[in-house]
Every structure is written in C-alpha cells, then in structure tokens.
C-alpha cells in the first residue's frame, strides 16, 4: 500500500459501513495477534478510482478510469515513477507519516497508517526490468507486471483502540472504476473436488529437483533455493468467500484481497516483509523475517529455536535483507 501524502479527513464513525464490508479491497490483521506495533490496523477501501496496470509480456502500461484510458507508458518504470509522484503531491508530516490531515486533529494516538492511496502489488516478472535474467520458466499466466488501483476512501480499523476512522484523500479528474465480476466454476455442494494439480508433475520429479538444489549449493553456486510449487484447481468458489473462509480458520498478521475481475490476489502471511517509515531524518525500512517451521505443539518453539539450521537461515535472510 502507498499513502495518498496528500490531505486527508479523518472522521470517527461508529461501524464499517455496508459498501465498506462488502469491498474486493482489503487488508486485514489476525486480530487474534494484535499488538500496538505489528498487525494493529485493518484497511477496507472504497470504489477505486484509478486502475493502473501493465502488460506482462510488452511492459506497456496503462493508466484507466472506467473504460477511459488516461494514460499509457511503453516503459513500466516510468508509470511506478508516476505513480510515486502523485503519491508525493502535498506530503507532510503527521504521526503517522507524511500527510497533512484534517478532522478530528486533536485526538491522541496513533493514525491510521494508511489513509487512502494506492494499493496492488508488484509481479517477480518485473525483475527483469532492473536486470538481464534467462527465461527457463514457462511463462503461462496472463497476469500484469503490476496492478494497483486508487482508492480515495478507506475505514481504518483500530483494533487496539477499538474505533473505526473514514479517512478521505481527493485526487482530480478521475471517477470511480467498476471491475467486472470474476466468474467462477459452479459445483455442488456435496461434489467432490479433484486434488490440485502441481507444476512439478508428481512426487519423484520434485524430489529430483531438490536433490539438483542440494548440488548446486554444495558446489558453492548458490546458497539458497526457493524452490516453489503452483498448485492449480478449479475455483468453486468467489475470492471473497475463499478469503472470508481463510480469516476464519487461519487469518495471518498481514493478509490481503486484491480482487480486479478477471485475476485476484489473496495474501495470509504472518511475516512482515518490508515498512517504509518516513521521520525527519530519512525514511526508516523496517524487515522482520521468519524461517523455519514447526507445527503447533508443546515444545515446538524451543525446538525450533535451538535448530542450527533454521538459526543459520534465519541469520542469511536477514543478512541479505538489511544490505541488498
């Protein structure tokens, strides 16, 4: 998410209200891990009023207001670099970072960290924008480089405090986007649904993968693999019913539904990967890691503490994530 930095009305509302609830845009926090640091806000946003997004396989990018195109770039970077300039307009200093607000400016404590904005998400593909990289991959999905959508109504949650804010930024010459809705494979209730199918093929060619990982690090060529399965099945279900269902039974710290029509993105992580922090001497970049695994049980933590391979693991990314 990219605050808006521009003025913002802030206003106390007594409950989310219906057009909120019901919104494809959300962040949400496992409010069954809430602390004042981590995890204490959740976000529902309101009708998106830009929709920028580029092509996966030109680059071209495209800046839309409804069915109206606005704006195009032939170079993706170009649009990020717009993007992070409209986010810049009448930046000022608050206590929660950039943003002049209006409203309820004497209240006490923290500020939604989010106020309205743009909100999407960056594809690995637009790495190689930055640098040369092969293509060994099958390059089968038709999604963007990036999507992000504006958005300049959002309801802050203060799950600490226990309030709701309306928080409201307006940008100029642009209207509400409407995203079409994502069809959906129809199934019974009680049909059965066949097991996912893996990019690996079957157990053996997985395990064969690893071991080719394992030479390859004893050989000294790498260090790390992150050797990823994409697991595909037919969708019975809405983004938004798998999302409500996935909060339910095992909501994480930082989760979010990005649901754009024809794709949508649902994150359940536990793991804070990047926060940007602005302060008067520089902006602060916050990283906390996690590696290694165990289920939940007795003793589970201090075995995984005193693990001096996920130690070690642990010890790599956050080197690699505090100096790259």
Same mark, same amino acid.
């Given at each position: 998410?990219?605050?808006?930095?521009?003025?913002?009305?802030?206003?106390?509302?007594?409950?989310?209200?219906?057009?909120?609830?019901?919104?494809?845009?959300?962040?949400?926090?496992?409010?069954?891990?809430?602390?004042?640091?981590?995890?204490?806000?959740?976000?529902?946003?309101?009708?998106?009023?830009?929709?920028?997004?580029?092509?996966?396989?030109?680059?071209?990018?495209?800046?839309?207001?409804?069915?109206?195109?606005?704006?195009?770039?032939?170079?993706?970077?170009?649009?990020?670099?717009?993007?992070?300039?409209?986010?810049?307009?009448?930046?000022?200093?608050?206590?929660?970072?950039?943003?002049?607000?209006?409203?309820?400016?004497?209240?006490?404590?923290?500020?939604?960290?989010?106020?309205?904005?743009?909100?999407?998400? *960056? !594809?690995?593909?637009?790495?190689?924008?930055?640098?040369?990289? $092969? /293509?060994?991959?099958? #390059?089968? %999905?038709?999604?963007?480089?990036?999507?992000?959508?504006?958005?300049?109504?959002?309801?802050?949650?203060?799950?600490?405090?226990?309030?709701?804010?309306?928080?409201?930024?307006?940008?100029?010459?642009?209207?509400?986007?409407?995203?079409?809705?994502?069809?959906?494979?129809?199934?019974?209730?009680?049909?059965?649904?066949?097991m996912p199918a893996g990019n690996f093929g079957d157990?053996?060619?997985?395990?064969?993968?690893?071991?080719?990982?394992?030479?390859?690090?004893?050989?000294?060529?790498?260090?790390?693999?992150? *050797? !990823?399965?994409?697991?595909?099945?037919?969708?019975?279900?809405? $983004? /938004?019913?798998?999302? #409500?269902? %996935?909060?339910?039974?095992?909501?994480?710290?930082?989760?979010?539904?990005?649901?754009?029509?024809?794709?949508?993105?649902?994150?359940?992580?536990?793991?804070?990967?990047?926060?940007?922090?602005?302060?008067?001497?520089?902006?602060?970049?916050?990283?906390?890691?996690?590696?290694?695994?165990?289920?939940?049980?007795?003793?589970?933590?201090?075995?995984?503490?005193?693990?001096?391979?996920?130690?070690?693991?642990?010890?790599?990314?956050?080197?690699?994530?505090?100096?790259?």
């Amino acid at each position: 998410m990219r605050d808006n930095g521009g003025v913002v009305d802030i206003q106390p509302i007594s409950e989310i209200p219906p057009a909120f609830a019901e919104t494809r845009f959300r962040l949400c926090s496992d409010v069954s891990a809430i602390d004042a640091t981590y995890g204490r806000w959740s976000y529902y946003a309101g009708p998106a009023t830009w929709h920028l997004a580029a092509d996966r396989n030109t680059g071209r990018a495209t800046l839309r207001s409804n069915d109206v195109v606005e704006r195009q770039w032939d170079d993706p970077l170009e649009a990020l670099r717009w993007m992070g300039e409209q986010s810049a307009v009448g930046s000022g200093q608050s206590d929660a970072g950039g943003g002049a607000l209006v409203g309820d400016t004497q209240r006490s404590g923290a500020w939604p960290r989010f106020r309205g904005g743009w909100l999407g998400y *960056l !594809s690995y593909d637009l790495g190689r924008w930055f640098e040369s990289l $092969p /293509r060994i991959a099958k #390059d089968d %999905l038709p999604t963007p480089l990036f999507a992000f959508t504006f958005h300049r109504q959002v309801v802050a949650v203060d799950h600490v405090a226990r309030q709701e804010w309306l928080c409201t930024c307006e940008p100029t010459g642009a209207r509400d986007v409407e995203f079409s809705t994502l069809g959906c494979v129809k199934a019974s209730v009680n049909s059965g649904r066949p097991m996912p199918a893996g990019n690996f093929g079957d157990r053996r060619a997985y395990e064969r993968a690893v071991a080719r990982c394992i030479e390859y690090i004893a050989a000294g060529d790498i260090f790390q693999v992150n *050797l !990823s399965q994409r697991f595909t099945l037919e969708m019975p279900d809405s $983004p /938004r019913a798998i999302w #409500d269902r %996935l909060q339910e039974q095992a909501g994480g710290r930082f989760g979010a539904l990005l649901d754009y029509g024809d794709h949508a993105l649902i994150s359940n992580s536990p793991e804070l990967f990047l926060r940007i922090e602005p302060g008067a001497a520089g902006r602060r970049v916050i990283t906390r890691p996690i590696k290694g695994t165990r289920p939940r049980g007795a003793g589970m933590d201090r075995i995984l503490r005193d693990s001096s391979k996920d130690q070690a693991e642990l010890n790599m990314i956050v080197d690699l994530e505090r100096n790259d």
